[in-house]
């Protein structure tokens, strides 16, 4: 006899719970959605999930509720008129919002008698099921060990603790770095095109600095670890003059300069701190003194 599969809600169906739905179909779970805009379910329910006509209908079908929302204020205007219908169910949280909401979403959803789990996940929705992705979860112990098998039908899992803040906080810390630097890339790319220069020309060798990053980033943890920014590699007056060099190429080249030139105020901030001959890893002091 088969052994039957565990059955998930899911509620929100952007392109990330969409994916979700889609795999857990794709692997044999019984799937109930309920999304704001119900339209977004049609080609779900298609594939066999099945459409809760109400918030409450949604919870009521299984104990594993997953959330997959802009926001904890999209979370709270969808399951506050159903507070009742919260005990008893195991909300996993795998939308984006700060650690100290996610602390308060914990105790508000245990104080109506529910599990609660957050996850950050680390992978674009196509990520979802692929066997290199992963997802930060933190919570209750006993509550990730009993749905960790269900939870990895999704995407790998990097437990960090009882605190349910703490996987909102890793996911957070990597997607400072991740905005920053698509961002820049897409900015280097307007550079390149305004210079005849295309995407695809330059993706290779992008993609190659990307790939070198790694032994940098290792290089400057264990200063950064050691309170040492010594300006024996690189000095703050040094990258003061290379971000002006990439302010004026974007000036040049017609194409707008406020990413470089936020980056320049806060070298320049280092500096007056008196930081000009530290390495750039001095920021670290900046940012810390400016919180
Ligand atoms: P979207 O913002 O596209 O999806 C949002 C979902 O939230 C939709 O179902 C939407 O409903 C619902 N929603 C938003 N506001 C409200 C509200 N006030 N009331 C009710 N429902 C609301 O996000 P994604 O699907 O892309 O991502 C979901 C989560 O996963 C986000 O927190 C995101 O940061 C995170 N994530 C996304 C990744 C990605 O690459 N997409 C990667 C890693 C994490 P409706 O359809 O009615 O608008």
């Known amino acids: 006899m088969p052994v039957s599969k565990q059955a998930v809600t899911i509620i929100g169906l952007g392109p990330m719970g969409k994916a979700m739905v889609n795999r857990f179909?794709?692997?044999?779970?019984?799937?109930?959605?309920?999304?704001?805009?119900?339209?977004?379910?049609?080609?779900?329910?298609?594939?066999?999930?099945h459409r809760a006509a109400t918030v409450e209908e949604a919870l009521a079908a299984n104990e594993v509720v997953v959330l997959s929302l802009t926001d904890f204020e999209a979370m709270y205007a969808i399951l506050k008129p159903a507070?009742?219908?919260?005990?008893?169910?195991?909300?996993?949280?795998?939308?984006?919002?700060?650690?100290?909401?996610?602390?308060?979403?914990?105790?508000?959803?245990?104080?109506?008698?529910a599990g609660y789990l957050t996850g950050g996940v680390m992978s674009a929705p196509s990520g979802i099921g692929a066997p290199e992705s992963f997802t930060y979860y933190s919570?209750?112990?006993?509550?990730?060990?009993?749905?960790k098998e269900t939870l990895e039908v999704l995407t790998g899992t990097d437990y960090r603790g009882s605190d349910p803040g703490s996987a909102a906080l890793y996911y957070q810390l990597h997607i400072n770095m991740f905005w920053t630097t698509v961002i820049s890339f897409v900015h280097s790319l307007a550079m390149a095109r305004a210079n005849g220069?295309?995407?695809?020309?330059?993706?290779?060798?992008?993609?190659?600095?990307?790939?070198?990053?790694?032994?940098?980033?290792?290089?400057?943890?264990?200063?950064?670890?050691?309170?040492?920014?010594?300006?024996?590699?690189?000095?703050?007056?040094?990258?003061e003059a290379s971000v002006d060099h990439v302010v004026h190429t974007a000036k040049e080249a017609g194409v707008d300069h406020a990413l470089p030139a936020a980056v320049l105020e806060l070298i320049r901030r280092g500096m007056a701190a008196g930081h000009a001959d530290d390495s750039f890893t001095s920021l670290f002091e900046v940012f810390r003194k400016a919180g």
């Open 139 to 147: 919570g209750q112990k006993e509550i990730f060990e009993a749905h």
């Open 25 to 49: 179909l794709d692997e044999g779970h019984p799937v109930t959605v309920w999304n704001r805009t119900a339209r977004k379910a049609d080609d779900l329910v298609a594939r066999g999930a």
């Open 197 to 239: 220069i295309s995407a695809q020309e330059f993706v290779g060798p992008a993609s190659n600095s990307m790939t070198d990053m790694s032994a940098f980033l290792e290089f400057y943890a264990k200063r950064i670890d050691n309170d040492e920014h010594p300006g024996d590699v690189d000095r703050l007056a040094m990258a």
């Open 83 to 113: 507070e009742t219908a919260l005990a008893g169910r195991v909300i996993v949280n795998l939308g984006s919002d700060t650690p100290g909401r996610a602390r308060e979403a914990a105790k508000w959803a245990t104080a109506h008698g």
